[in-house]
């Protein structure tokens, strides 16, 4: 195979346009994304280091930061999981980085870029969107900016972080991209409907 990859969603970068006003939803593809097993607080706080980005402490939140490696997230997906996205093209560099700062500390460090893509949803009507088909409480109340948590959207695995009252970022595996998209445009067809 020659040529540019094509991102997941690229046959729906139209459709997702036309969910505007009623929320504005938009591929990132291409993130580098790494998945680091550890549990060793020395190890997490060296990687932290390393990264220019803390791993989070707290189950169900995330950090971030412009790190070492420019605009960096740290998702907890687990007890000793994590998950490290950055900007395209960098995940080998941050995966040597990675290894050399987990040293001889038990865990792994793993590319995981090419598994999801990134879709970015925000507007007013983005939480009320999610809701019809998420059963996690996504009001500001329980989940605040930095909230991250492993879910089912429209019975779609995805990991949803909630970057402020009104913008999400949600991971989904590639494969079930399209499906995703094709699900945002039904539910929000009664929110464009208000809007004309």
């Not at 690229?10 to 938009?26: F, G, I, N």
């Not at 803390?54 to 687990?78: H, I, K, M, Q, Y």
């Not at 941050?94 to 870029?113: H, N, Q």
Request: glycine residues 8%.
């Amino acid at each position: 195979m020659t040529g540019d990859p094509t991102s997941p969603l690229a046959a729906w970068t139209d459709r997702l346009a036309s969910l505007a006003p009623a929320l504005t939803a938009a591929e990132k593809p291409f993130l580098s994304q790494l998945t680091v097993r550890a549990s060793d607080p020395a190890a997490l706080d060296a990687m932290g280091a390393a990264l220019g980005v803390r791993f989070p402490a707290a189950a169900c939140t995330s950090t971030s930061g412009s790190g070492n490696f420019g605009d960096v997230e740290v998702l907890w997906l687990g007890p000793d999981e994590f998950l490290v996205v950055a900007p395209p093209g960098l995940q080998v560099a941050i995966e040597e980085v990675l290894r050399g700062a987990l040293g001889s500390s038990r865990g792994s460090v793993v590319d995981t870029s090419a598994q999801r893509t990134t879709v970015v949803l925000e507007g007013p009507h983005a939480r009320d969107v999610l809701a019809h088909g998420c059963s996690v409480d996504l009001h500001p109340s329980s989940a605040p900016a930095g909230t991250c948590v492993q879910t089912l959207l429209a019975r779609t695995g995805i990991i949803l972080r909630v970057n402020g009252d009104d913008r999400f970022t949600l991971l989904v595996r590639s494969s079930f991209a399209e499906y995703l998209a094709a699900w945002l445009s039904d539910a929000c067809a009664e929110y464009l409907e208000l809007s004309s």
